[in-house]
């Protein structure tokens, strides 16, 4: 799991400085999404975690800090093993 | 790094191309003066499979390869701009059903917009809203389980033949995406004409007077409507449209390769002149450098690479820059007949300049590209840090 919010964490510095951010922070409350990076987690998430995300992922509460990407994709990846 | 199409690439490129010579570069004159497609060569596109061909083949798609998709706009796109926008519109409204619609939305519309057997269309600008798609002001007021929307749709391609609208409001400020039917109470559709170029996409105005949509039709969630829903469409729009101002570009260029070889001025073919052979030159090294733009976009969403975001952006930019540069040359090595309708470079010459402004202004483009470019930037320098830090622990 660390290793997941490591990969986010790299992942969140392209877009904005990390070294303050904590793993529960809101990043929507902070105002560092935008549509663009919206579209680029999506894509990053998909490719780098290997899972498909729809329409019911649609939730902040999935994207909205580290801690929750990092939930979500646990349950994602585990769902994908167990399909 | 091979840089070549497939042989089933190739197949596919042949195959494009014949159909489109038969069937669609004898209309693409009349497509643009009587500013409208015939019912029958769209009906012939849906019989090729043409529409929502990208998608797989398990919900009705032909399972085109995101490379064969880009050659099936660049062979439709050299003969007739208009009707290829029709694939555009249609793809994307597909894209949104099959990426971000519910089992039940999938269920009732995917195999239906996979195999063309309705039309879709793309329903976000509006009189105040092109660019900055946050700005739309229609609104979804949630009634029970009934949308009911107010607003106005504008300059929407293909709106006047399509069978359902992806069209984007504002529920409670939060953006969001419905699929509206054309035949939906308190929706009216009116077309527009008289545009510059694409004469013949059968553009229309969409009003919404107390329109009702069931809740249902939600693609997505309510405040996924730009950041996702619409920028997943218009990215294989951005891919699209690249590769159609490829294909205006290539067009300019073999137009004036013949022209040039034809025509005389002082006594000599036009191509022994020498700022004729400048203007060809450059068309000739742009519409390359396009090609490849849009061959590394093509593969790196066909290999589903974040970094084809930024790529797509580059590749439409570009294309379409040098698609109007490339028309704008054309008409001048043509002189008058540049200017008349006998030939197709004036029509080039309208449609290029459409590609600069439609999924994303060049302005727009500029700024986006910029950002993604320093993005990329703090990402190499994080990797090279890291790899400098691991060579000093292992050394």
Not at chain 2, 98 to 120: F, I, M, T
Not at chain 2, 203 to 217: Q, S
Request: aromatic content about 8%.
């Amino acid at each position: 799991m660390d290793d997941t919010k490591g990969k986010i964490r790299t992942f969140f510095s392209r877009f904005f400085r990390t070294s303050e951010l904590k793993d529960a922070d809101d990043i929507f409350a902070l105002g560092f999404v935008n549509s663009l990076f919206a579209m680029q987690l999506v894509t990053w998430l998909e490719k780098e975690f290997l899972f498909t995300i729809n329409d019911e992922d649609l939730d902040i509460q999935n994207f909205n800090s580290i801690e929750a990407i990092s939930g979500f994709i646990g349950r994602k990846t585990s769902t994908a093993v167990e399909v | 790094m091979r840089i070549e199409l497939s042989p089933e690439q190739e197949r596919n490129q042949v195959e494009f191309r014949l159909f489109t010579k038969e069937h669609i570069a004898p209309h693409a004159t009349a497509h643009d003066t009587t500013q409208r497609v015939s019912a029958e060569l769209v009906k012939r596109l849906v019989a090729a499979r043409y529409l929502g061909s990208f998608l797989p083949k398990s919900v009705g798609g032909l399972g085109l390869d995101m490379i064969s998709y880009g050659l099936l706009h660049e062979e439709i796109g050299k003969a007739c701009s208009s009707l290829r926008c029709l694939l555009t519109v249609h793809d994307m409204v597909a894209l949104a059903v099959y990426k971000w619609g519910s089992d039940r939305l999938r269920a009732k519309w995917l195999s239906r917009l996979a195999r063309g057997e309705v039309l879709g269309a793309f329903a976000v600008s509006e009189p105040n809203a092109g660019s900055d798609v946050n700005g739309v002001e229609t609104t979804a007021v949630l009634s029970d389980q009934t949308y009911v929307l107010n607003g106005s749709k504008k300059w929407i391609t293909f709106g006047q033949i399509a069978d359902v609208y992806l069209l984007l409001a504002k529920s409670e400020g939060k953006a969001t995406t419905l699929l509206v039917e054309k035949d939906s109470p308190g929706l009216s559709v009116r077309p527009l004409k008289g545009m510059l170029g694409m004469r013949g996409s059968m553009l229309a105005e969409l009003v919404l007077e107390d329109c009702l949509v069931p809740r249902a039709n939600l693609v997505g969630r309510e405040g996924f409507g730009v950041s996702s829903v619409a920028f997943t469409a218009l990215g294989l729009g951005r891919y699209t449209i690249a590769w159609g101002s490829l294909a205006i570009a290539q067009a300019c260029l073999e137009a004036c390769l013949r022209y040039a070889s034809t025509h005389k001025q002082f006594g000599a073919p036009l191509r022994d002149h020498q700022l004729i052979q400048r203007m060809i030159s450059e068309m000739i090294a742009n519409t390359a450098a396009a090609r490849l733009l849009c061959y590394e976009a093509g593969y790196l969403k066909e290999t589903n690479d974040p970094r084809e975001i930024l790529q797509t952006f580059v590749a439409k930019y570009f294309a379409s820059t040098i698609a109007m540069k490339a028309a704008t040359d054309a008409v001048q090595i043509h002189g008058a007949n540049g200017c008349s309708s006998d030939y197709p470079v004036e029509r080039y010459f309208r449609d290029a300049k459409i590609m600069e402004i439609i999924e994303g202004s060049s302005q727009i483009q500029e700024i986006t590209i910029a950002k993604l470019g320093f993005q990329e930037h703090a990402r190499n320098v994080l990797e090279e840090e890291t790899l400098y830090r691991e060579n000093a622990v292992s050394a």
